[in-house]
């Protein structure tokens, strides 16, 4: 008795399970992703139902849109968050593969970049809140230490930017040749440095005021002008050029 009766409850949860998973493709019309974005535009959808639209399918347990919100869940409900994962840790994840990894990771790079094209486009820069709106998607998701420099014509408008060198944690070095040469190709008539700060402190060290210095009086003889130096950390940032140090 004992046996039919672990048996009749082993039938009971199996047929359970599967009545509460329903496929998207049994979902009533407007709730599908794809079809609600044909019918109502891609703002109508939510941030998990645009994602299961990039990872394409769920598992025989979740649909698309569920493993999205898992992944959602465990990322603090943040896209930021997401971005800042990399494939191995996207793959943690019960049913996101590298081939879904790296769409999401694709679809949230292809959102930094047009950001960065949309500021880019405007006639000149400023200020260094400006400045900052345009670099800041470079650092948002990183958490070792990048150099970027941005080269600008005679009207202050930014024609190019370039990763000088990418360090660890605490540090990266910098090669003012390297710099200068690409000015010059670029036939750059001012620059603006940008560097982060993982660790969170915006204040700048001893090294980056001489580095400023430095990449400062060698552009001078070429006669380029160092505008500013940010340094950049989440949504804040420190300038040379507002703090009087340029």
């Given at each position: 008795?004992?046996?039919?009766?672990?048996?009749s409850?082993?039938?009971?949860?199996?047929?359970t399970?599967?009545?509460?998973?329903?496929s998207?493709?049994?979902?009533?019309v407007n709730?599908?992703?794809?079809?609600?974005?044909?019918?109502?535009?891609v703002?109508?959808?939510?941030?998990?139902?645009?994602?299961?639209?990039?990872?394409g399918?769920g598992?025989?347990?979740?649909?698309?849109?569920?493993l999205?919100r898992t992944?959602?869940?465990?990322?603090?409900?943040?896209?930021?968050?997401?971005?800042?994962?990399?494939?191995?840790e996207?793959?943690?994840i019960?049913?996101?593969?590298?081939?879904?990894?790296?769409?999401?990771?694709?679809?949230?790079?292809l959102?930094?970049?047009?950001?960065?094209?949309?500021?880019?486009?405007?006639?000149?820069?400023?200020?260094?809140?400006?400045?900052?709106?345009?670099?800041?998607?470079?650092?948002?998701?990183?958490?070792?230490?990048?150099?970027?420099?941005?080269?600008?014509?005679?009207?202050?408008r930014?024609?190019?930017?370039y990763?000088?060198?990418q360090?660890?944690?605490?540090?990266t070095?910098?090669?003012?040749?390297?710099?200068?040469?690409?000015?010059?190709?670029?036939?750059?008539?001012?620059?603006i440095?940008?560097?982060?700060?993982?660790?969170?402190?915006?204040?700048p060290?001893?090294?980056?005021?001489?580095?400023?210095?430095?990449i400062?009086?060698?552009?001078?003889h070429m006669?380029?002008?160092l505008?500013?130096?940010?340094?950049?950390?989440?949504?804040?940032?420190?300038?040379?050029?507002?703090?009087?140090?340029?």
């Amino acid at each position: 008795m004992a046996f039919f009766i672990f048996i009749s409850c082993r039938y009971v949860i199996r047929n359970t399970i599967k009545m509460t998973y329903v496929s998207i493709k049994n979902w009533a019309v407007n709730d599908r992703p794809r079809e609600k974005l044909l019918a109502n535009g891609v703002k109508s959808l939510s941030d998990a139902e645009l994602l299961a639209l990039l990872i394409g399918s769920g598992t025989k347990e979740v649909s698309a849109v569920e493993l999205s919100r898992t992944l959602l869940r465990e990322s603090g409900n943040s896209l930021a968050e997401i971005g800042k994962k990399s494939i191995a840790e996207l793959m943690k994840i019960k049913g996101i593969g590298q081939a879904k990894a790296i769409s999401i990771q694709a679809a949230l790079e292809l959102g930094v970049r047009r950001k960065m094209t949309e500021i880019s486009a405007k006639t000149t820069v400023s200020s260094s809140r400006e400045v900052f709106e345009f670099i800041h998607p470079v650092f948002s998701d990183i958490t070792h230490e990048e150099f970027w420099v941005l080269f600008l014509n005679r009207s202050n408008r930014i024609t190019d930017k370039y990763k000088l060198s990418q360090g660890g944690i605490s540090g990266t070095v910098i090669d003012v040749r390297l710099l200068l040469k690409k000015a010059l190709e670029l036939l750059a008539s001012s620059l603006i440095l940008c560097h982060n700060h993982p660790s969170g402190n915006l204040h700048p060290s001893d090294n980056d005021k001489k580095i400023t210095d430095k990449i400062r009086l060698a552009a001078q003889h070429m006669d380029i002008k160092l505008l500013d130096h940010l340094i950049v950390f989440d949504n804040s940032y420190f300038s040379f050029s507002d703090e009087g140090l340029l």
